[in-house]
């Protein structure tokens, strides 16, 4: 029995209100798989498409005032949560698990001379012409930016996430045996302004957030559930070859070879090297949802800890 953040894809979610019910029927299965277990198991989800969606809707709005984008992220949590939690909780009943769920709307702390807040990278809401982005930078200030081809799109930075606001409570909450859904979308960012909490329109990347999360909470595990069963090197090429375990000196080492893509696998295993580098003993898998129990019992996923479990090193 172990104390497990888990941090679900995009894939665990689906993309419309519909789909997204019945994604997150499927996704209940096995996470209460890993609680029946024993596991203590706090949960974190990604919300691209879901933050998409709202700061659409309100861009594209009539007569309704502008919505920032942490309200968006606020939003978002709202809206994943309640899904997940009726979702697991139902789960839990079929299951006789006598627990209950709470979805705690996170804030994240970043640092306001974040690098990151000088080149903002992470394109957000809808696609302009090159006029309509000329006229938001100048009369919004934003910076927009030509993402793949299809047009402008503003560009939002992505800060390093320092602190989660409300650990206390999701500890208490943890220790008291309920199940607790945490940072969302990798929380809302924000910026300490004397004892004041400010949003600020920022994207924190939520395998970040959520290793952020599990070190605050001292867990052993960090589970990245996304759409592969296993980290690869040379992915997607003709001599790919899937991992079934990593040192964090051979992480950083693929990671300089620019094995893992920016954006998807590069954070996950940035987060992993974080972990392990984090306290002796702390291990991440990285794995898909339905691996999740095999991947926690040694038989599938990526596992990447501080020492290889057979290097050289520790057999002498
Ligand atoms: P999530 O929503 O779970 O964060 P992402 O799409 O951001 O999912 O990241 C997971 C994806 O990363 C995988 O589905 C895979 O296509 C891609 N990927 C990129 N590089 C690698 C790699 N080296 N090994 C495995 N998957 C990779
Ligand atoms: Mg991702």
Redesign the pocket.
């Known amino acids: 029995m172990a104390r497990i953040v888990v941090a679900l894809?995009?894939n665990a979610l689906g993309k419309t209100p519909v789909e997204q019910r019945r994604a997150v029927n499927h996704t209940a299965g096995p996470i209460v798989d890993l609680i029946e277990e024993g596991h203590e198991i706090i949960l974190s989800h990604?919300n691209g498409t879901q933050v998409g969606m709202i700061n659409l809707a309100f861009e594209d709005a009539v007569n309704i005032p502008e919505m920032p984008f942490p309200e968006c992220g606020a939003m978002s949590q709202g809206y994943i949560g309640y899904h997940l939690q009726n979702a697991i909780k139902k789960e839990l009943t079929l299951r006789g698990i006598d627990k209950s769920i709470a979805t705690i709307i996170t804030q994240v702390v970043v640092e306001e001379n974040d690098p990151a807040f000088r080149n903002p990278t992470k394109p957000v809401g809808r696609f302009y012409t090159r006029e309509e982005a000329k006229k938001l930078h100048q009369e919004k200030g934003y910076i927009m930016v030509e993402d793949s081809g299809r047009g402008y799109r503003r560009a939002v930075p992505s800060p390093e996430p320092v602190d989660i606001v409300e650990k206390d409570i999701i500890k208490t909450l943890v220790e008291n045996s309920y199940l607790v859904i945490a940072c969302g979308g990798g929380g809302i960012p924000v910026v300490r302004e004397g004892v004041a909490l400010k949003g600020v329109p920022a994207v924190i990347d939520?395998d970040l957030a959520s290793e952020k999360l599990a070190e605050l909470l001292d867990a052993e595990f960090l589970v990245i559930l996304t759409a592969v069963e296993k980290v690869a090197i040379n992915f997607g090429k003709e001599n790919e070859k899937w991992l079934d375990e990593m040192d964090i000196v051979t992480t950083q080492k693929y990671i300089s070879e620019g094995h893992f893509a920016p954006g998807?696998m590069l954070p996950k295993v940035k987060a992993a090297v974080k972990f392990a580098s984090s306290k002796p003993g702390r291990k991440t898998l990285i794995t898909s949802l339905e691996k999740a129990r095999e991947g926690l019992a040694g038989r599938t996923g990526t596992l990447i800890t501080f020492e290889h479990k057979l290097s050289p090193i520790m057999a002498k």
């Open positions: 894809g995009g990604g939520k998807s």
